[in-house]
Each structure stands twice: as C-alpha cells, then as structure tokens.
C-alpha cells in the first residue's frame, strides 16, 4: 500500500549535479516528516538531510552548503538537490517517510534506494 519510490541517481563526474526524487503513495503526504540517507560500501546508514512537514529542514554537516532538501506537497514529492558532488558522496540514497504520533499515531517507511556514483 505505502510505497516511496526514488528516482534520479546515477553516474556523474565530481563537481557535478544531480536530483534525486522520492514520489510516496498511499500516505497522506503532508503530514509527513521527509528524509534522504546514504549508504556506503562498508559504512552505516547516515542521515543526510530531513525536511518536516511543516517545512524544517536539517542538513548534516558533511553535505551542508552543497545539498538541500525540499517537498512539493501538491505532488507528493520529497527532493535532494545534490551540487558540488564529490567521490565521497557515492553511496546508495534512500527515502524515508516519518509521521509524528500527533497525526494518527507514529509510521516509518522507506524507498527502495537509488544508487549515486560520484567519479574523480
């Protein structure tokens, strides 16, 4: 029923850009709090950006200035805009849909993943 499906990864030459979308069904879209995390060869998950539903953002450190996160609720759509790509930001991207207890009880749900690879 839920579904969160990202799209717009792939190949790119460092210092370039990239969009990655997440398009979520079957949840009701505003109320959710929106993320984009990465995932490495050999590393851990890591959170890399997250916007509320009220719109808040929050950008780790490692990305901050570089990417920036958005949604268009009008079309149930989180985005990552990725510039000043660097070899390091390879990894596989994920979405993840959060819905805070206040709106009908708490929910987690995430996409499948989407591959970025960065080269030098």
């Known amino acids: 029923q839920v579904q969160l499906v990202e799209s717009g990864g792939g190949l790119v030459q460092a210092g370039g850009s990239l969009r990655l979308s997440c398009a979520a069904s079957?949840?009701?879209?505003?109320?959710?709090?929106m993320g984009w995390y990465r995932q490495a060869p050999g590393k851990q998950r890591e959170l890399v950006a997250d916007?509320?539903?009220?719109?808040?953002?929050n950008i780790a450190d490692s990305v901050k200035g570089r990417f920036t996160i958005s949604r268009d609720n009008d079309k149930n759509t989180a985005y990552l805009q990725m510039n000043s790509l660097k070899p390091e930001d390879t990894a596989v991207y994920y979405c993840?849909?959060?819905?805070?207890?206040?709106?009908?009880?708490?929910?987690?749900?995430w996409g499948q993943g989407t591959q970025v690879t960065v080269s030098s």
């Open positions: 916007i509320t539903s009220s719109g808040t953002t």
């Open positions: 079957g949840i009701i879209f505003r109320i959710y709090n």
């Open positions: 993840n849909a959060l819905r805070a207890a206040p709106f009908r009880g708490p929910a987690d749900y």
